[in-house]
């Protein structure tokens, strides 16, 4: 016993020397690993706010990453320091993680789908988009969901997988901030077609939002059921589209009518048909 405690004794200063200096190790490096780390995901932060290339919603995202991930390497080589089989460990943190992964999928969908929208900016705040046949005007773009509002006024919350995973129409960005309006207008067959293309013709050389290059297109585009269909395609500013169009309507109908041209619209004819009365024959 005696013997025992006596190698115990002998051995005790120097374990307590290894363990003492693997603490103070421990702690150093923890201190240093942990100031590393925030200087690190400050330093990134900033570099990334100086680049007007990159979307602002990065900046933090960024500098948190980085700030994680030299954490993550300080503890693993601290418990490297105390024998701690850091492979085993790393396997533990994969495996882990991928079962994370695997749970919330439709969640890590939506964050890749978020990460190529802020990448390839199809379109920004305040545009106006549409989204599978449906169009909202953006109101925030986020790495889980974008959140924006009908034109009308409720609000929507779009998943971002659904908005990556379907045709987009970015309705506020076009070539040259051009807009094209199609209209067609319907005229009696007995009318002239001349007379009518005359009569849009000046209405469009009167709207002083209509531009002259592309040049104003007015023919004749098909021989419908009750109407000659002529089509009416003029360019305009984005800003200008919506008026233009809504007061196209009002002044080529006005001016049509005035003109003495029939705009005509579908009609019923109801033939009644009386039956002959029966004659009683007797019996």
């Not at 919350?157 to 908005?163: G, H, M, Q, T």
């Not at 200008?240 to 005509?264: F, H, M, N, R, S």
């Amino acid at each position: 016993m005696n013997d025992i405690l006596q190698r115990y004794t002998e051995h005790l200063p120097a374990l307590l020397i290894a363990w003492g200096s693997n603490l103070a190790g421990a702690l150093i490096t923890l201190v240093i690993g942990f100031t590393v780390a925030g200087w690190a995901g400050r330093l990134v932060r900033r570099a990334m706010a100086r680049s007007g290339k990159i979307d602002p919603i990065f900046h933090p995202l960024a500098g948190k990453v980085v700030r994680l991930a030299i954490m993550v390497f300080t503890i693993i080589a601290v418990l490297g320091r105390f024998g701690v089989e850091t492979a085993s460990l790393i396997a533990a943190i994969g495996a882990a993680g991928l079962a994370v992964g695997l749970a919330l999928q439709g969640t890590l969908s939506n964050v890749a789908a978020g990460v190529m929208l802020l990448l390839l900016r199809p379109f920004k705040i305040g545009d106006a988009v549409n989204v599978g046949g449906s169009v909202y005007i953006i109101d925030s773009i986020g790495f889980f969901a974008c959140r924006a509002h009908l034109p009308d006024g409720p609000k929507a919350f779009l998943p971002n997988a659904e908005i990556w995973g379907k045709t987009l129409i970015n309705l506020s960005e076009t070539e040259q901030d051009l807009r094209r309006i199609d209209q067609t207008y319907g005229i009696a067959y007995g009318d002239d077609i001349d007379t009518a293309i005359a009569i849009l013709s000046g209405v469009v050389a009167d709207e002083a939002r209509i531009r002259t290059d592309p040049a104003p297109l007015i023919k004749v585009q098909a021989l419908g059921e009750s109407s000659v269909d002529i089509l009416l395609r003029v360019w305009t500013a984005r800003a200008d589209w919506w008026d233009t169009q809504l007061d196209l309507l009002k002044t080529a109908k006005q001016q049509l009518e005035a003109g003495g041209i029939t705009i005509p619209f579908p009609q019923r004819e109801l033939h009644l048909i009386q039956a002959a009365p029966q004659t009683k024959t007797a019996g």
